[in-house]
């Protein structure tokens, strides 16, 4: 007799959802709220081993690669971009219950694979940005740096001489801030939502905003969770991107919040991973794993696999001074 799968989809965050959540603050009800301002919604499953989010998009799926192929793909994974993974409980029995279906499905963002079966595709996705913090201040910092990293701070710093920084109120988050985050969401390869300026002010983060003659050109959204600094999401203008060394100027900005307020780690996220890796970033892998149900399929997607996981050029960064 055929299994049947035994998850309950929600359309609504079902009651007694935060019961399930282990320590998985992502997952918490106050962080999907403020995900439901996106373009396509997504769906709540609840089991009694596992619970987590799911949404279907059609995408490339050779997305890091240079192929071309598109289907539809429904991710298990956070509402928003990201580098947490979108389930909480048993990975194992959600894997399970999840081949009982039909379609393709693809979880991201697993910080391990080490106990999942060798039947599943399993592949790298974005590595992770990580700065550990070790310095009292951002002096401290400069003076640890190797001369060219330290140069190019230095120039970074020049160029964006004329950049006022303002913490404002999430409410204060407006159209035009909104359409700095849709200029990153354009020049981006691995977009996979757009979410509306209701997100930004639900979403209770820290948001900065980079003011060049009183005219908002670039903004970060961070947010606390334990002793870690994440970095969320930002918007920039490319038009002054060069003249004021924008995006070197939000990562410092970062740098300089996450060692001010003693943060021991800042989570830069996946995506723009040079310039991370020159400000003294290192890397922490995360994976994906495809579960489909039919056989012949599953084995076509591991014999590609190669052609779709991440794969990031092999960097030999010497940032710091010392590594003591």
Not at 158 to 167: C, D, E, Q, Y
Not at 264 to 284: A, D, H, P, Y
């Amino acid at each position: 007799m055929k299994k049947i799968f035994e998850g309950e989809i929600f359309e609504e965050c079902p009651e007694g959802w935060g019961q399930r959540l282990d320590t998985h603050r992502w997952l918490g009800e106050d962080v999907l709220r403020a995900s439901k301002y996106r373009d396509t919604p997504f769906r709540f499953v609840v089991h009694k081993k596992y619970v987590c989010c799911e949404y279907t998009k059609n995408i490339n799926l050779f997305t890091f690669g240079r192929l071309n192929f598109t289907i539809p793909v429904t991710f298990v994974a956070m509402p928003f971009s990201i580098d947490e993974p979108g389930f909480s409980g048993d990975i194992n029995a959600l894997i399970d219950d999840y081949r009982r279906r039909k379609g393709f499905f693809l979880l991201l963002n697993l910080k391990s694979v080490d106990s999942i079966g060798k039947r599943y595709p399993k592949g790298n996705t974005l590595f992770t940005c990580i700065f550990e913090n070790k310095f009292k201040s951002f002096d401290e910092y400069l003076l640890s740096l190797r001369s060219n990293y330290r140069r190019r701070i230095s120039i970074a710093q020049k160029r964006g001489k004329a950049l006022i920084i303002r913490k404002i109120d999430s409410e204060e988050f407006n159209d035009e801030l909104h359409k700095l985050y849709l200029n990153v969401l354009g020049n981006s390869k691995y977009p996979l939502e757009t979410l509306d300026k209701g997100f930004f002010q639900t979403i209770n983060s820290d948001i900065h905003v980079f003011y060049k003659d009183e005219k908002p050109v670039a903004f970060i959204s961070t947010k606390r969770v334990d002793n870690t600094l994440h970095f969320l999401l930002g918007g920039m203008d490319y038009t002054v991107l060069k003249e004021l060394d924008l995006y070197y100027n939000m990562l410092l900005h970062i740098v300089k919040l996450g060692i001010e307020q003693k943060f021991k780690k800042i989570n830069f996220g996946q995506t723009g991973e040079i310039s991370k890796l020159r400000i003294g970033c290192t890397f922490e892998k995360r994976y994906m794993v495809a579960v489909i149900s039919n056989g012949f399929l599953n084995s076509i997607i591991r014999l590609l696999k190669p052609f779709i996981e991440y794969r990031f050029p092999e960097q030999n960064n010497r940032v710091f001074k010392s590594f003591t």
